[in-house]
């Protein structure tokens, strides 16, 4: 593939970002101007139709940005560490496991605190927080020894943890009546369906340690991709940069799951895409693979609105009807390049 210039792409990303932001308000089974945010005292009309805007789809455009651009760097962020393109930010096994302790809330759990909330977030959430950092600690302790974090190590016990996680997640869905069955189908395909001004606050202050965490380590990451042993000779604290790195990832896709389900291919497909289109630098494809993702979210979300409208489509299964076409052609395409007889 041939390398386009990096602030080309950002720049066209910068353009194409705030136009889908408000297509994504305009848009929707009764068509509105954005205008309308900044409407006054009016029309009954007009004050009908800034509701709608400020109750639901301008959080829930806002939640579309912070998931999809937050979910897009942990996986550029994965693939760089383990220094590979295929990496994804649920190999940590945190997807997993806040998929199972959802279904286990919503099973044997919501009777307990029925109604109840906390920041927002239903008694599955919380559920699904406690089960995605379990995952996670399990993880870190089974791949950490006195000698370091291997990451070849926690690659395979995020693949088993997972594997757990998912096991249990069946017997959970074996006890599950038909009305806890729809609803943890509907968990597991990713909605933004229940996004509110709470939950836009959660996600964007997990949005916020990222901007302020990741950039400090763009030059680490892009060591890495020359191994472990060469980032140690470059200076680099190896453990210390992995360690924060798995932390502030876990965090961000953990809160994304909670407030929005699991959305899949986000952070496989846009860092891959950015990563053939730009090059591997992390200074430029961080910021590169934020855009991209916000942008692919926002626009998923807008056709799950529209496209069978008034009902919806989950965002999670369109950017994975979206996202495995377009990875699949990549693959074949670096195949073909990587084909010596055609050559």
Known sequence: ?????????????????????LVYLAIGPRLISPLALFAGS?????ARDAVILNAIRLPRAVMAVLVGASLAVCGAVMQGLFRNPLADPSL?????????????MIVFGASIMQGNQLLGLSVVSIGAVAGAILAVFLVYRLSTDRYGTSVITMLLSGVAIGAVASALNNLFTYFADSVMLRRISVWEMGNLEGASWERVALMATVALVLCWRLPRYRSALNAFLLGESEARYLGIDVERVKKELIFVTALAVGVSVV???????????????????????????????ALAGATLLLVADMAARTLISPAELPAGILTVLVGAPVFFYLLIRNRALNNPEKM
């Open 259 to 289: 407030v929005v389900g699991n959305i899949a291919f986000v952070g496989l497909v846009v860092p891959h895409m950015l990563r053939g289109a730009m090059g591997p630098d992390h200074r430029a494809l961080l910021p590169g693979v």
């Open 92 to 104: 940590i096994g945190v997807s997993s496991g806040a998929s199972a302790g959802a279904s286990f």
């Open 42 to 46: 009016g029309t009954e009309a007009l």
């Open 1 to 21: 593939m041939e390398r386009l210039n990096s602030r080309t792409v950002i720049g066209g990303l910068l353009l194409a970002l705030p136009l889908c932001f």
